[in-house]
Each structure stands twice: as structure tokens, then as C-alpha cells.
């Protein structure tokens, strides 16, 4: 199983960002996916996740209103839409399945500048 995170990088506040994560190894279709991230001293928190069917959706608080999962079956790929970014959400985003069945990718890193 391999997950590939991509899309980071260093953006101003207010700014925006697009992450793919591309999965390889399992029945991608069949898994619920969520993106999570790590802040430096954090713990890593489960930021948002879209279901089998790709119509549901869930979202921490946190990010609600700014950020958008999406996924594409075809290309095996989950995507998080990050708008109106914000310092707080400096951090390493990763993805993996909803209950985080898999080893962890390398992450993508995100710094959001004040």
C-alpha cells in the first residue's frame, strides 16, 4: 500500500491550496478517506473525510466552511481544496482511510505566513 501526498507548500494568510493524495495497493472505491494533519508538539487530527459514494462529508470545526475533500475512483486520488488559509493551519497534511487502516505517507507540508 502506498499513499502519496503532493500539493503543499508555503502560502500567505488568506491564500489557498489544492492536495492530491494518490493510493495504490488496496480497493481504493471501497474505503471512506479522510485528510489529517500534524502541527509541530500536535497530535495529528482528522480534518475532514468523504465517504464510499463521495456525497457525504464530514469536516472539524476547525476547517469548516474553508476546506473541500473531493475524491476521483478513476485516478484512485483524494483531493483537499484549502481556501482562506490561515497560520493555525501550518502543518504536515497526510491522507489515509477514515480509520487510518493503512501505514502513513511522507505528508505534504503546508506553512501559512502571517
Known amino acids: 500500500v502506498h499513499l502519496v501526498e503532493s500539493g503543499g507548500g508555503l502560502v500567505q494568510s488568506g491564500g489557498s491550496l489544492r492536495l492530491s493524495c494518490v493510493a495504490s495497493?488496496?480497493?481504493?472505491?471501497?474505503?471512506?478517506m479522510s485528510w489529517y494533519r500534524q502541527a509541530p508538539g500536535k497530535e495529528r487530527e482528522q480534518v475532514a473525510t468523504i465517504f464510499v459514494d463521495g456525497g457525504n462529508r464530514n469536516y472539524a470545526d476547525s476547517v469548516k466552511g474553508r476546506f473541500t475533500i473531493s475524491r476521483d475512483n478513476a485516478k484512485n486520488t483524494v483531493f483537499l481544496q484549502m481556501n482562506s488559509l490561515k497560520p493555525e493551519d501550518t502543518a504536515v497534511y497526510f491522507c489515509?482511510?477514515?480509520?487510518?487502516?493503512?501505514?502513513w505517507g511522507q505528508g505534504t507540508q503546508v506553512i501559512v505566513s502571517s
Open positions: 489515509n482511510t477514515v480509520r487510518s487502516t493503512y501505514s
Open positions: 495497493g488496496f480497493r481504493f472505491s471501497r474505503y471512506s
